[in-house]
C-alpha cells in the first residue's frame, strides 16, 4: 500500500500554464524528494526538502513542506510538452534509514 | 544522468522460476535500495543494503533477496517467480546514513514479466 497520496491523481494543461500538485505524507520524516517519471522509465530526481525548510526553488520548479500538515506541494511554471510525465513525492522516514515512501503519483500532460 | 546502471532492461520469465537483477551504482556511494513499481503505482520499497550488509526491508518475502559487492554492484534475487511479481524494479544508490540531505539517485529500470 502507498504510504502517501498524491493530488491531483491526474493534471492536463496547456504549454505556458503552471501545474501544481500536492502531496500528503503520514510518518516524520528528514526530507521529501520529488521525482518525474517518463513513460515507466527510471525516477529522475527533481528537488529535495529538507524537514527544517519551508520553501525551495530550482529552475522553474517551486517546491513547499509543511510538516504540520504532513503536506507538500510542487508547482511547475511556465510549463513544456517535455514536462509531460508522472511526478512522486517521496519522504525519507526520520526513524526508517533510508526507506523511501512513495505516493501513488500524479499524471501530468502538457499539450502544445 | 544519475550515473546508475541496471540490466537487464526487459525481461520475460515463467512462474515458478528464478530470476537476478543487476544493477551498478554511482562510484561512491556506499548504499544501494531496491524497490518494486506495479503499474499505475508508486515504487516500494523492498530492501536496501549498505557496504554489503542489509540494513532495511519492506513487506517482501524471503523469496526477494540481494546482494551489495565491493566494486558498488549489486543484485536483486527473486525465487519461486509468481505472476504477481511482473513489475518495474529500481534501485537507487546514495550515499546513505537518511540523514537531511540524504538523495536517492535512480536507474533506469528492469521490467520484469512473470507468465
Known amino acids: 500500500s502507498q504510504q502517501g497520496e498524491e493530488d491531483p491523481q491526474a493534471l492536463s494543461i496547456q504549454e505556458g500554464e503552471n501545474a501544481t500538485m500536492n502531496c500528503s505524507y503520514k510518518?516524520?520524516?528528514?526530507?521529501l524528494q520529488w521525482y518525474r517519471q517518463n513513460s515507466g522509465r527510471g525516477l529522475v530526481h527533481l528537488i529535495l526538502?529538507?524537514?527544517?525548510?519551508r520553501e525551495k526553488h530550482s529552475g522553474r520548479l517551486r517546491v513547499t513542506l509543511d510538516t504540520s500538515k504532513k503536506s507538500s506541494s510542487l508547482l511547475i511554471t511556465a510549463s513544456r510538452a517535455a514536462d509531460t510525465a508522472s511526478y512522486f513525492c517521496?519522504?525519507?522516514?526520520?526513524?526508517?534509514?533510508?526507506?523511501?515512501?512513495f505516493g501513488a503519483g500524479t499524471q501530468v500532460v502538457v499539450t502544445p | 544522468e544519475t550515473g546508475v546502471t541496471q540490466s537487464p532492461t526487459h525481461l520475460i520469465k515463467t512462474r515458478g522460476q528464478q530470476v537476478t537483477l543487476r544493477c551498478s551504482s554511482q562510484?561512491?556511494?556506499?548504499?544501494v535500495s531496491w524497490y518494486q513499481q506495479a503499474l499505475g503505482q508508486g515504487p516500494q520499497f523492498i530492501f536496501q543494503?549498505?557496504?554489503?550488509?542489509?540494513?532495511g526491508r519492506g513487506n517482501f518475502p524471503p523469496r526477494f533477496s540481494g546482494l551489495q559487492f565491493p566494486n558498488y554492484s549489486s543484485e536483486l534475487n527473486v525465487n519461486a517467480l509468481e505472476l504477481d511479481d511482473s513489475a518495474l524494479y529500481l534501485c537507487?544508490?546514495?550515499?546513505?546514513?537518511?540523514?537531511?540531505?540524504?538523495?536517492?539517485?535512480f536507474g533506469p529500470g528492469t521490467r520484469l514479466t512473470v507468465l
Open positions: 526538502i529538507r524537514s527544517n525548510e
Open positions: 537507487a544508490s546514495s550515499l546513505g546514513g537518511g540523514g537531511l540531505t540524504d538523495t536517492q539517485y
Open positions: 543494503y549498505y557496504r554489503e550488509e542489509e540494513n
Open positions: 517521496a519522504g525519507l522516514p526520520s526513524d526508517s534509514w533510508g526507506k523511501l515512501q
Open positions: 562510484s561512491g556511494h556506499n548504499t
Open positions: 510518518t516524520s520524516i528528514n526530507n
